[in-house]
C-alpha cells in the first residue's frame, strides 16, 4: 500500500558544518502537484517520443526516398535532355569556385601573368633604375 508520508533527506549547514536530516512530507496526489512541473513532463515525454519516433521511421523514409530521387531525376533527364540536365548539374559548382575564388584577384593574377615583360637590355623604360653592385 502506498503511505501517505513521504521521506525527505535535507541538507542543513551551520557553521560552516554540514547535516543532514530525514524529513516526512506528506505525499502530493497527482491532481494537487504544481501545474509547470506537470508541464515540463509533459514537455520532456513529448520531446522523447518524437525523438523515438524519428529515429524508428527515418530508415524507412531514406529507403524509400533513394529510388523516388533517382526516378525523379531520370524523368526530368528524360523530358529536358542532355544538354540542361548537364547544365543544372554543373552550375553549383561553378558558383561554388566563383566564391572561393574571388574574380578580381583572379583577373589582376591572370593580367600578372599575361603582361609583357621588359628584356634586360631596355631596363632604362623601368620607372626605377637598378642599383650599381660596386
Known sequence: MLSLYLMVKCRLYLNHEQYFMNVTQPRMPAHKRSWTQLMTNTRTFTAWGLA??????????????????IGFGLDIFELV???????ALCAPVAFLLLRLIPLRTAARQLAVLLRPRLPLDRSGALNYAPKSIS
Not at 535532355?81 to 547544365?87: D, I, R, S, T, V
Request: no cysteine; charged share 5%.
Open 52 to 69: 523515438v519516433s524519428a529515429t524508428l521511421v527515418s530508415p524507412i523514409l531514406v529507403i524509400f526516398m533513394i529510388p523516388l530521387t
Open 81 to 87: 535532355g542532355e544538354g540542361p540536365f548537364a547544365l
